[in-house]
């Protein structure tokens, strides 16, 4: 065998690995491979929710349309079920998110595990995103500017996604999707729509760790969010 034909098979192999891991990281064990076609996304309608999705992830992961593009280690996209009618978004990623492309799986991802698992949900059941893909320094907050260069990509996967129920988690996200500057004390405890969506604002896991005494609210919150669902079922 030819040395170019030879290292030509060795690049194919290696982005197929890179493809294979990031259906891994975006959609869990479950794997989802087009069966002869190329790696990247092919220009022609694709009716499957899960790979417009992959393909609009392929379109946007080197995004530099604000600073925090040249600090992040991975652009965090969003992972889960992108066919759930449930649709959670946080704020911004952190350390861990940053460094492993997944959101929420530090410490407010771990306890956002167990308050999903107190209203009978799991990561399977639903499809994690935050309003910035990228994180922001020292954990700071995402400013409305970074926010507003990183909506177009929240704004696609709404469109992909078509989601029945949405938790926003933070005064971030309620801020961002609902377009409010109301406090997070105002805005939560109430159903919003968004579309066709239904929509209730909690608290931010993340703030649950430094305050816990936001917990009973949270619980209140959820258990909003999962009577909305179960009315439905």
């Not at 022609?44 to 790979?51: A, K, L, T």
């Not at 990183?150 to 988690?169: D, G, N, S, T, V």
Request: positive net charge; hydrophobic residues 35%.
């Amino acid at each position: 065998m030819d040395q170019p034909l030879q290292q030509g098979i060795v690049n194919l192999l290696e982005e197929l690995k890179r493809y294979l891991n990031r259906q891994r990281e975006l959609y869990g064990e479950e794997l989802y491979v087009r069966p002869a076609q190329p790696m990247t996304p092919p220009a022609v309608p694709i009716e499957s929710r899960r790979e417009v999705l992959l393909q609009f992830y392929y379109e946007v992961k080197d995004c530099q349309k604000c600073a925090l593009a040249r600090h992040r280690t991975r652009l965090v996209f969003g992972s889960g079920n992108p066919n759930s009618p449930i649709l959670l978004i946080g704020e911004a990623p952190g350390f861990h998110e940053d460094q492993q492309g997944k959101p929420f799986v530090g410490n407010a991802g771990q306890l956002l595990d167990r308050i999903l698992a107190a209203i009978q949900l799991s990561r399977q059941d639903i499809f994690i995103t935050n309003v910035v893909k990228c994180r922001p320094p020292d954990n700071r907050d995402p400013l409305p500017e970074e926010c507003d260069a990183c909506h177009y990509i929240l704004a696609r996967q709404l469109e992909i996604i078509e989601p029945k129920y949405i938790l926003l988690l933070g005064r971030i996200a309620a801020r961002t999707v609902l377009k409010t500057e109301a406090s997070i004390a105002d805005v939560r405890g109430k159903v919003y729509s968004l579309g066709r969506a239904q929509v209730v604002v909690t608290y931010h896991p993340a703030a649950l760790l430094r305050n816990p005494q936001l917990k009973r609210g949270t619980w209140e919150d959820v258990q909003l969010f999962q009577k909305l669902i179960r009315q439905q079922e």
